[in-house]
């Protein structure tokens, strides 16, 4: 268990006026992942794990991905979210006691229905990615009017702008997709589909999303029709036979590695492959196993990951 975790009736609970209470403590990595499982049992509506050194000179970036056990941190922060009605000090001691563990300092705060939401939408400001583009969730303004604004609701699918691969594909897409008249765009691996709707509102001509994820292509079919665009978005098991102008893919290393083929049989040839979700040190190894179907190169890096793009070659 890393990062967020949510039990499957958080979103009908959601729906009652009611009162919330917040457990927090710290724990070390040995424990970590069969405690969020035993809270998750014992009625926490959702589990969130943070590095406990944030913001100190110890924090420990981790990048996860499939395939690579990265683990957690050495010192882990929780937070994990109940009803009023849960008795959460004996929960909590009922857990340490069947893990047999000494039980770690914790606290428990009371917020009202009204301060959850307010809480958690704080947490989401408008996101500038460029002068001419921004993210803005739907309870905002947009900063700029004149702006190419995708409005979008943080939610379960990859993709708010926040995280740097992000932020670089619709760099990448803004710098090229103006002189690129009547692209179609496949955005693979869509998550909320934030790629795509870019790319509409960018100039592509057409757009598709794809994931392995049917949750992920439901938010990025609403997140598509909140922002007046008309994308084709498809699910892992539907056939995808489209051969697109511009790939996008923003994934992680590992399953890029395995898609190369499948990636170069959906880009037209002379089209263009972009891909992110890479880090620094593993853009020349991709660039390699891409080599057989297209130009790579570094096109941008931020904070550690690289977006790698090029031409796909006869």
Known sequence: ????????????????????????FRLSRDHADVFGDALLEHGAISVNVDDALEGTSDETPIFGEPGADTGLWNDCRFTALFLATANVPTIFHSIVTDLKITPPPFEICVLDDEDWVRK????????????????????????????????????????????PT??????????????AMGATVLDYGTGSGILAIAAMKLGAVEAYGVDIDPGAVEVARYNAAQNGVVIHFADGESALRIVADILVAN???????????????????????????IL???????IGIYREWFDLSVWGSEEGWSCIAGRRVA
Do not use: Y
């Not at 268990?1 to 927090?24: D, N, Y």
């Not at 590992?254 to 492959?273: F, I």
């Open 1 to 24: 268990m890393r990062g967020s975790r949510i039990s499957e009736t958080a979103f009908q609970i959601r729906k009652l006026k009611t009162h919330w209470q917040t457990l927090s």
């Open 120 to 163: 958690n939408r704080e947490q989401f400001q408008p996101i500038r990615i460029s002068d001419r583009v921004w993210i803005v969730p739907t309870w905002h303004r947009a900063p700029r009017h004149d702006a190419v604004n995708i409005s979008l609701d943080p939610g379960a699918a990859f993709g708010t702008g926040s995280h």
């Open 166 to 179: 992000t932020r670089l594909c619709l760099k990448w897409l803004e710098a090229n997709l103006k002189g």
């Open 251 to 277: 994934i992680l290393a590992n399953p890029l590695r395995v898609l190369a083929p499948l990636l170069a049989a959906h880009t037209k040839s002379s089209g263009t492959l972009v891909l992110a979700g």
């Open 280 to 286: 620094d040190d593993q853009a020349e190894e991709m």
